[in-house]
């Protein structure tokens, strides 16, 4: 499953990116699966997602939780609480 990955304030700073296309393996299927299978890239990886971490997540623009399904083609933002202008 192909989906599009994009970060935003603190988070894209701490990654260093602010977009990627991402192509999941099959056991991937929630986006709580995706930051876990994301913290593996790494120690920054693992900061930045890490389980209780002050954090918001969105699917397809939709406020998103751990358990809320990928489907091919979407779209998850990781975001801090507050962002500003």
């Known amino acids: 499953m192909k989906i599009q990955l994009r970060f935003f304030a603190s988070i894209r700073e701490a990654l260093g990116t602010s977009q990627e296309t991402l192509d999941l393996p099959q056991e991937v299927g929630t986006v709580g699966a995706l930051r876990h299978h994301l913290r593996e890239r790494g120690e ?24 809320t ?5 979407c779209e998850v933002a990781f975001f801090p609480p507050v962002t500003g202008g």
């Open 44 to 67: 920054a990886w693992a900061a930045a997602l890490a389980p209780g971490r002050a954090l918001r997540m969105a699917c397809n623009q939709q406020m998103a939780d751990e358990a």
């Open 69 to 73: 399904p990928l489907s091919e083609g």
